[in-house]
Nanobody, 123 residues
Framework: VQLVESGGGLVQAGGSLRLSCVASGRTSSGYSMAWFRQAPGKEREFVARIGWSTGTTYYADSVKGRFTISRDNAKNTIYLQMNNLKPEDTAVYYC?????????????????WGQGTQVTVSS
Protein backbone atom coordinates (compact mmCIF):
# COMPACT_ATOMS: atom_id res chain seq x y z
CA VAL A 1 0.00 0.00 0.00
CA GLN A 2 1.35 3.41 -1.00
CA LEU A 3 0.20 6.42 1.00
CA VAL A 4 0.37 10.11 0.17
CA GLU A 5 -0.62 12.78 2.67
CA SER A 6 -1.61 16.37 2.01
CA GLY A 7 -3.29 19.29 3.75
CA GLY A 8 -0.73 20.41 6.29
CA GLY A 9 0.18 24.04 6.84
CA LEU A 10 0.48 26.93 9.25
CA VAL A 11 -2.54 27.90 11.34
CA GLN A 12 -3.19 30.00 14.42
CA ALA A 13 -4.23 28.44 17.69
CA GLY A 14 -7.96 27.72 17.66
CA GLY A 15 -7.98 27.22 13.91
CA SER A 16 -8.70 24.13 11.82
CA LEU A 17 -7.01 21.99 9.18
CA ARG A 18 -8.03 18.88 7.29
CA LEU A 19 -5.42 16.32 6.33
CA SER A 20 -5.96 13.80 3.54
CA CYS A 21 -4.26 10.48 2.83
CA VAL A 22 -4.74 8.74 -0.51
CA ALA A 23 -4.01 5.01 -0.57
CA SER A 24 -3.00 3.14 -3.73
CA GLY A 25 -1.62 -0.25 -4.61
CA ARG A 26 -2.87 -3.31 -2.76
CA THR A 27 -5.55 -1.52 -0.78
CA SER A 28 -7.85 -3.81 1.13
CA SER A 29 -10.86 -3.61 3.36
CA GLY A 30 -8.87 -5.76 5.78
CA TYR A 31 -6.71 -2.83 6.80
CA SER A 32 -6.92 -0.24 9.50
CA MET A 33 -5.65 3.23 8.71
CA ALA A 34 -4.15 5.56 11.25
CA TRP A 35 -2.67 8.98 11.77
CA PHE A 36 0.47 9.42 13.83
CA ARG A 37 2.48 12.55 14.55
CA GLN A 38 6.02 13.32 15.51
CA ALA A 39 7.26 16.57 17.00
CA PRO A 40 10.97 17.50 17.00
CA GLY A 41 12.87 15.55 19.62
CA LYS A 42 9.87 13.38 20.49
CA GLU A 43 8.77 9.87 19.64
CA ARG A 44 6.13 9.20 17.02
CA GLU A 45 2.75 9.09 18.75
CA PHE A 46 -0.65 7.70 17.85
CA VAL A 47 -3.37 10.19 17.00
CA ALA A 48 -6.34 8.24 15.60
CA ARG A 49 -7.26 5.15 13.58
CA ILE A 50 -10.20 3.80 11.60
CA GLY A 51 -11.12 0.43 10.13
CA TRP A 52 -11.56 0.56 6.35
CA SER A 53 -14.60 -1.73 6.40
CA THR A 54 -15.99 -1.23 9.91
CA GLY A 55 -15.51 2.51 10.22
CA THR A 56 -14.74 2.00 13.91
CA THR A 57 -12.62 4.83 15.26
CA TYR A 58 -10.17 5.26 18.12
CA TYR A 59 -8.49 8.44 19.34
CA ALA A 60 -5.64 9.47 21.58
CA ASP A 61 -6.91 11.23 24.69
CA SER A 62 -5.01 14.36 23.71
CA VAL A 63 -7.11 14.88 20.57
CA LYS A 64 -10.45 13.39 21.58
CA GLY A 65 -13.27 15.85 20.96
CA ARG A 66 -11.12 18.03 18.67
CA PHE A 67 -10.00 15.68 15.86
CA THR A 68 -12.15 13.44 13.68
CA ILE A 69 -10.89 10.63 11.47
CA SER A 70 -13.04 9.50 8.56
CA ARG A 71 -12.74 7.61 5.31
CA ASP A 72 -14.12 7.65 1.77
CA ASN A 73 -13.83 4.09 0.53
CA ALA A 74 -14.72 5.03 -3.04
CA LYS A 75 -11.77 7.44 -3.15
CA ASN A 76 -9.41 5.25 -1.11
CA THR A 77 -8.87 8.28 1.09
CA ILE A 78 -8.85 8.91 4.80
CA TYR A 79 -9.12 12.29 6.43
CA LEU A 80 -8.19 13.89 9.71
CA GLN A 81 -10.29 16.93 10.55
CA MET A 82 -8.47 18.94 13.20
CA ASN A 83 -10.37 21.64 15.06
CA ASN A 84 -9.43 23.92 17.93
CA LEU A 85 -5.75 23.37 17.18
CA LYS A 86 -3.20 24.04 19.89
CA PRO A 87 0.53 24.85 19.64
CA GLU A 88 1.26 21.42 21.12
CA ASP A 89 -0.35 19.85 18.03
CA THR A 90 2.61 21.09 15.98
CA ALA A 91 4.27 18.07 14.37
CA VAL A 92 4.77 16.13 11.18
CA TYR A 93 1.65 14.05 10.65
CA TYR A 94 1.93 10.62 9.06
CA CYS A 95 -0.66 8.33 7.55
CA UNK A 96 -0.12 4.59 8.12
CA UNK A 97 -1.71 1.25 7.26
CA UNK A 98 -1.83 -2.02 9.20
CA UNK A 99 -3.66 -5.33 8.85
CA UNK A 100 -6.86 -4.99 10.84
CA UNK A 101 -5.91 -7.70 13.34
CA UNK A 102 -2.59 -6.05 14.15
CA UNK A 103 -3.61 -2.40 14.25
CA UNK A 104 -3.36 -0.49 17.48
CA UNK A 105 -1.53 2.51 18.84
CA UNK A 106 2.01 1.22 18.37
CA UNK A 107 3.88 2.46 15.26
CA UNK A 108 5.59 -0.93 15.02
CA UNK A 109 2.27 -2.53 14.02
CA UNK A 110 2.01 -0.48 10.82
CA UNK A 111 3.54 -1.75 7.59
CA UNK A 112 3.07 1.21 5.24
CA TRP A 113 3.74 4.89 5.85
CA GLY A 114 3.32 8.11 3.95
CA GLN A 115 6.00 10.77 3.68
CA GLY A 116 4.39 13.05 6.24
CA THR A 117 2.90 16.52 6.16
CA GLN A 118 3.91 19.39 8.44
CA VAL A 119 1.34 21.01 10.72
CA THR A 120 2.42 24.14 12.57
CA VAL A 121 0.15 25.87 15.07
CA SER A 122 1.18 29.34 16.19
CA SER A 123 0.16 30.82 19.53
Amino acid sequence: VQLVESGGGLVQAGGSLRLSCVASGRTSSGYSMAWFRQAPGKEREFVARIGWSTGTTYYADSVKGRFTISRDNAKNTIYLQMNNLKPEDTAVYYCAAAPFALAGSRPQSYISWGQGTQVTVSS
